[in-house]
């Protein structure tokens, strides 16, 4: 099972770090510093019109999903061939003077302003992240974690407290849990015996978790009732809670510093500038969420 590592987050601004599709590219290639041309070379010409290799990897990244179950070559050609086209419509929309209309004006601005936000706020975030504020988000945390008791258990769940009966009945004339499980629990991890791993208690619903957490190692508790039907519980181990290697968790920290860096710096900019909202009264305007970062724990969902 795998060990969750406690995060805040400012909820508002999540999709701050993630740049999308070509702007995203565009960013990167742009810190990335400039490319010498043996390095981006030019894979065709439309007009006179040059498509190098760079613009087939931002392509690529925008076109994403409809691309994942193409094999290398295959997608390459096709991206390039998309490009080819492109080039030929957009000199044809040119001809016809479509960036002169008002509709395309406020798509380039808000593309332009949007790859703005993007560029600096990943400016921002990757300042943030330095060896020292990681190590120091992961201290905290893991202080959190340490000495928290775990529990490992196994569960069978049935539809109906006659049915739970009926299944401590057996196990108390000397059935095995695990196979039993298999038979009768309609949980999908029945398959596994019931095994749940080892979870922390809210990472529980309150009723399973009260039972598992008061039980010792080898018991099997009398049926349980949750929101997912009723239960039997056989408690294997218990432990006190490690946490993860630095390594182990260092991805999702340095999402996590990135993310809370771009929500302070959202919230001080917004704090010196002049915003009006004139879609409701001045006094039912209230600051947004996203001003300050949530100070709530991320855990996992509660399980069956």
């Given at each position: 099972?795998?060990?969750s590592?406690?995060?805040?987050t400012?909820q ?7 740049l999308?599709?070509?702007?995203a590219?565009?960013?990167s290639?742009?810190?990335a ?7 981006d ?19 690529e ?9 193409m094999?290398?070559?295959?997608k ?5 061939s ?11 929309a ?12 406020k798509r380039l601005?808000?593309?332009r302003?949007r790859l ?24 905290e ?15 069978i ?11 401590k009945?057996?196990?108390?004339k000397?059935?095995?849990f ?6 009768k629990s ?6 596994d015996?019931?095994?749940l ?31 997912f039907?009723w239960?039997?519980?056989k408690v294997?181990?218990?432990?006190s ?11 999702q920290?340095?999402?996590?510093v990135t ?8 919230a001080?900019l917004?704090?010196e500038?002049k915003?009006?909202?004139?879609d409701?009264?001045?006094?039912d305007?209230?600051?947004?969420d996203?001003?300050k970062?949530s100070?709530s ?8």
């Open positions: 099972m795998t060990t590592f406690p995060v805040t400012g508002r601004f999540r999709h701050a770090s993630a999308a599709g070509s702007l590219l565009a960013l290639l742009a810190f510093g400039p490319l010498r041309a043996a390095d070379p030019v894979l065709a010409k439309v007009n006179g019109a040059e498509i190098k290799k760079s613009d087939v990897a931002m392509a990244e925008e076109l994403g999903a409809s691309l994942a179950q094999d290398p070559a295959t390459d050609e096709n991206v390039l998309f490009l080819i086209d492109m080039k030929i419509v957009g000199k044809a040119e001809d016809k003077k479509i960036a002169d209309g008002e509709e395309f004006k601005a808000f593309a302003n703005l936000m993007d560029s600096l706020l990943a400016s921002e975030g990757k300042a943030a992240t330095t060896p020292e504020a990681m190590k120091k988000v992961y201290e945390a893991a202080k959190q974690i340490t000495g928290e008791q775990e529990v490992r258990a196994r569960h769940l049935v539809e109906t407290e006659d049915e739970a009966k009926a299944v009945a057996e196990l108390d000397g059935a095995d695990a196979e039993l499980a298999k038979k309609k949980d999908p991890g029945s398959a015996g019931g095994d791993g080892f979870f922390t208690k809210e990472q529980m619903v309150p009723e399973f978790s009260t039972v598992a957490f008061a039980l010792e190692p080898g018991k099997i508790s009398d049926p349980v009732k949750s929101q039907g239960h039997i519980i294997e181990e218990k432990r809670r490690k946490a993860p290697d630095f390594e182990q968790v260092k991805a920290i340095e999402q996590y993310r809370k860096a771009q929500a302070e710096y959202v001080k917004r704090t500038a915003v009006e909202r004139l409701q009264p001045a006094a305007a209230k600051p947004a996203a001003a970062p100070d724990k991320m855990a996992p969902p509660a399980k069956k």
